[in-house]
């Protein structure tokens, strides 16, 4: 056994035995007494939770997916209206802007299909829906008005329960 450690609590070493003060308990007698209510909590020495490792992710929110919606819809609205002007300047006939618009005009239709395809998938709790919703938040951030709604929806997307969870 270890030698007790100078009057405060801790864990040994090997992370097995927890010194209370008084003397040595095992690592399931002290849980057993904490989850009673009894005794000082532990004093952390470990480092913060890796993310990757499982067990250490932040648990998802109820009522992001709520919030995803409603960002995935603000984010078609807004794509949309960027794909409709494209498409009404591009069909003007005083349009000398040459293969430049319509670049930016399949660009603004990639974003509108992402964001509507993402939207119709979070709104049907579809398998897929969190991968589109995470594509449709960078796709729209490459707009510096697309960023307002890319790192919400990002956010949303990664904090929001799978879709087998039937919850708001």
Request: proline letters at 8%.
């Amino acid at each position: 056994m270890q030698q007790p450690p100078a009057g405060q609590t801790q864990w040994s070493a090997d992370g097995k035995w927890w010194w209370d003060g008084t003397r040595w308990l095992p690592q399931e007698a002290f849980m057993a007494r904490q989850l009673q209510g009894y005794g000082q909590p532990p004093v952390a020495y470990a480092s913060p939770p890796v993310y990757g490792v499982p067990g250490t992710y932040l648990a998802p929110s109820t009522g992001m997916r709520t919030f995803l919606l409603i960002m995935l819809a603000l984010s078609t609205v807004f794509t949309g209206l960027l794909t409709l002007f494209g498409l009404i300047g591009e069909s003007s006939p005083t349009n000398d802007s040459g293969t430049t618009g319509v670049v930016l005009f399949i660009a603004f239709l990639v974003m509108f299909a992402v964001s509507a395809i993402a939207l119709i998938g979070v709104a049907n709790r579809a398998s897929w829906s969190k991968v589109a919703a995470f594509a449709a938040g960078v796709v729209v951030s490459l707009t510096c008005i697309g960023v307002l709604l890319g790192i919400p929806i990002m956010v949303a997307a990664a904090r929001t329960p799978n879709p087998s969870h039937r919850s708001a």
